[in-house]
């Protein structure tokens, strides 16, 4: 281990250790981002509903209120786990890009559902992050798809977009999966309450059984 990630995991222990203070193991959060896109486009239910789905049903303790963190920000290391959603247009910084590479590369993880929109503008910027990564198509017997919940086909299909298949893309630095994209998918968008996008409960269940799964997933293998 170098010592920068040495000192990026003593970091994201740390915060570990806070949220135990708190009794909570974990705070999660979205990511504020630059560029005109809507990032707050599911503030309101989307990740609260996950959160709670998730201490519910697969027994975490995750804290109920979701952080927001910017993407330049130090702040970004006290969570294991980054959502990043919207419609529109995206910009890192160079030292956004800089910051985002240094925490996942130290532990962290990027989940991003595309809202219809954003997948033009997201691929140039995740190549400021990791210009030598490409994103890939993740197979279906990926982990990710087999937590407590079993999605042989992979990513469900949520909202219908283009009425193209849902993909889960994803970068993957050293062996290990620190960035999970969800395209013609809308999985976000399924997190959130019925009043908002009047999802039958059959595909609000499937869409938090997934976001069930990658924090499973991130939880059982990046968090050490």
Known sequence: ????????????????????????????????????????????????????????????????????????????????????????????SAQEAENLRNYLIGGGFLHISDNYGMDQFIRTQLKKIFPELDLVELPYDHPIYHQKFHFDKGLPKIHEHDNKPAKGLGLIYNGRLVCFYDVECDLGDGWESYEIHKDSPETHEKALRMGANILSYIFTNNIH
């Open 1 to 92: 281990m170098t010592p920068f990630r040495y000192i990026c995991m003593i970091v994201l222990i740390f915060a570990g250790s806070l949220a135990k203070a708190q009794n909570y193991s974990y705070q999660i959060a979205l990511l504020k981002y630059n560029g005109g896109g809507d990032w707050y486009a599911n503030l309101e239910t989307s990740l609260p509903n996950l959160i709670k789905f998730c201490n519910d049903n697969i027994k975490t303790n995750i804290n109920p209120e979701q952080a927001i963190v910017e993407a330049g920000s130090s702040e970004i290391f006290n969570y294991p786990f980054i959502h990043m959603t919207g419609h529109g247009n995206v910009i890192f």
